[in-house]
């Protein structure tokens, strides 16, 4: 199923699929809202396994599934230049730097995994000081942890948890 976005093409990336950006995006500007089916835990385990993998933690308890929406496709970076930020019981992909027309939009998925999260992936980022591995938040290098904190690239709701 084609994706369809004004402002984003899903096309072919270094891992299968990612966003690209149709225009110029200023850092700090909303890139999309990350919107889909809303589940619990419960639900999230009998669910197939690469819907699961790309789903988006909403809350404690609460997860958001997004398939056939440009948020599906967002590529992991050791190197983001988006991040998610919950507003007003809202998700949406924010941008970290600019992002320019023809970029890919990549966000850190360790920042959406809270402590009791299990999940984990290889990472194939490409990136120089890639970790080779993404895993929770708390996980990360204490530095990392520090700079994703201050400057807010990890929700608080996932500190929170």
């Not at 990336?13 to 990350?34: M, Q, T, Y």
């Not at 809303?38 to 809350?59: A, G, L, P, S, V």
């Not at 590529?75 to 007003?88: D, G, Y």
């Amino acid at each position: 199923k084609k994706v369809e976005s004004p402002d984003f093409v899903v096309k072919k990336s270094r891992n299968g699929r990612g966003v690209f950006a149709k225009k110029d995006f200023s850092v700090g500007e909303k890139l999309f809202e990350i919107q889909g089916t809303f589940m619990t835990c419960e639900e999230d385990d009998d669910m197939d396994e690469h819907i699961r993998d790309n789903t988006y933690r909403f809350d404690e308890d609460v997860f958001i599934s997004a398939p056939h929406t440009v948020a599906d496709y967002v590529n992991h970076s050791c190197n983001p230049n988006a991040r998610v930020e919950k507003i007003n019981n809202t998700l949406y992909m924010i941008a970290l730097h600019d992002i320019l027309k023809g970029d890919e939009v990549f966000f850190d998925y360790s920042t959406i995994l809270a402590d009791d999260d299990v999940w984990e992936m290889k990472c194939n980022c490409g990136e120089v000081h890639c970790r080779k591995i993404v895993r929770k938040f708390s996980m990360l290098p204490d530095m990392l942890q520090k700079k994703y904190i201050s400057e807010k690239i990890v929700p608080q709701y996932i500190l929170d948890i």
